[in-house]
């Protein structure tokens, strides 16, 4: 039974396997696994160092160049309130040209050169996957901020974690029964051929099923694709919905070739803001979007209701209403994944805290800290919304967003519950060597 020191925190007395050294006061919106004793605070005065592996270039610059914006508004935060168990908090970056096999070299770069504490941010799940057997060979902590089933599969090794933001096979899931009651059942796929599109066909096509409903086709497009007409036309004519998820620099393109091939008619479609990631919804040629729904891991436009930590997050990474920079209206933000990197910076320190971190030997203590977490509250840490974490897996589970197209923004129409989107492990990583 868990024992509450504050509103907001809760550890155990009790010692399991995870633990071996003496507590410290946890951190706002954290809730331990029943047995975890915190560590000693560290005295070093040096500073933690983060290795930020960041899509500078290649078809996830977009996504890269807001992870990295999110990244330093949160590190300054960080700083801001003493840092990290009172050390400052220093952001490493290396372009890893959202290339899998250069990705590994960055995560050998940051252990072997640049001497960092841990390895954090990467989005794309080739990169992920190219880039975990390094970090685990060389026992590297790697908190990946991406959205593929790659880590929770079990199918990576134990110094992987994805504990601020959700997996593809929660998002559908928690998603289908919404699909398929307001939209339609015969569905047709458009999903880029690689892992993150795969996780997308394999996983929504047996949660519609779930559902009553049937995936008639799958249309799979080249990441580097840049035109997109002559896919469209192996497009069923009885599809009730189109579900559309694309990503990289031809998204724009591929939005606006899809509406010049309906004409304004066509199914119902029910779109992966990763299709429109980045991209002004009042860009000439998206009128056609109107009325259409797109998934959001976290709402791109203010919305009325927002809480104030919500604004503040907004403020504090420089977006407007509208999910475009204060300084540029016509450069859109990454809204719907970019907070991950805000959250998963905020479970790293919380998990260093609770290690006691003083260095590369108390990695193991990491990472038996980060799989002890079981919920993250909503508020300034996780702006995003209440999560719940679970250890075996190394992945979080959330609320996901659904919004519809109105007048060139989107406005949330449901959101998930957290256990929508849970779903029974296919793995344990604690059962793994450290």
């Not at 592996?53 to 807001?66: E, F, L, N, P, S």
């Not at 997308?200 to 694709?225: M, N, S, Y």
Request: aromatic share 10%; hydrophobic share 35%.
């Amino acid at each position: 039974m868990s024992e509450k020191r504050s509103k907001t925190s809760l550890l155990t007395d009790k010692l399991n396997r995870r633990t071996a050294l003496k507590g410290l006061g946890a951190s706002a919106g954290l809730t331990l696994a029943p047995g975890f004793v915190r560590y000693a605070q560290a005295q070093s005065s040096e500073p933690i160092r983060i290795g930020f592996q960041a899509h500078r270039t290649g078809i996830g610059a977009a996504y890269g160049r807001w992870y990295e914006r999110t990244t330093m508004a949160a590190a300054k935060a960080i700083n801001d309130a003493g840092g990290i168990n009172g050390r400052p908090l220093e952001i490493v970056t290396e372009d890893d040209g959202t290339d899998p096999k250069r990705g590994a070299e960055v995560v050998e770069k940051f252990a072997n050169q640049h001497k960092v504490d841990v390895v954090y941010g990467t989005l794309f799940s080739h990169v992920v996957v190219g880039s975990a057997p390094t970090a685990g060979e060389l026992k590297m902590p790697y908190y990946v901020v991406s959205e593929g089933y790659h880590v929770a599969s079990g199918k990576l090794n134990r110094y992987v974690f994805q504990p601020g933001i959700t997996d593809v096979k929660a998002q559908v899931s928690s998603m289908a029964p919404w699909v398929a009651s307001n939209l339609g059942k015969k569905v047709t796929m458009i999903f880029p051929d690689y892992a993150f599109g795969h996780d997308h066909r394999d996983f929504f096509t047996a949660a519609i099923k779930e559902q009553g409903g049937e995936v008639i086709k799958h249309v799979p497009i080249p990441p580097t694709e840049s035109s997109f007409t002559r896919y469209f036309p192996q497009i069923p004519s009885d599809t009730e919905v189109l579900y559309h998820v694309m990503v990289g620099p031809a998204v724009l393109t591929f939005v606006k070739e899809l509406g010049e091939f309906y004409g304004g008619g066509g199914p119902k479609l029910f779109g992966f803001i990763d299709s429109l990631e980045a991209v002004d919804m009042a860009s000439p040629g998206l009128e056609f979007l109107d009325g259409s729904h797109f998934w959001e891991g976290m709402p791109r436009y203010l919305q009325a209701d927002a809480p104030d930590y919500v604004k503040a997050y907004r403020d504090a990474v420089g977006i407007d209403q509208n999910g475009a920079s204060v300084d540029d209206p016509k450069d859109v933000s990454t809204a719907a994944h970019m907070f991950g990197c805000w959250e998963t910076l905020y479970v790293i320190k919380a998990a260093m805290e609770a290690a006691g971190y003083q260095g590369p030997d108390d990695r193991q203590k990491l990472v038996e800290a980060t799989e002890a977490m079981t919920e993250f509250a909503a508020g300034p840490e996780h702006p995003q919304g209440a999560k719940k974490f679970n250890g075996e897996l190394h992945q979080c589970f959330g609320h996901q967003y659904i919004s519809q197209v109105s007048d060139g923004r989107m406005e949330v129409v449901h959101r998930t519950e957290i256990e929508d989107g849970m779903y029974e492990p296919e793995g344990d990583y604690t059962t793994q060597s450290l």
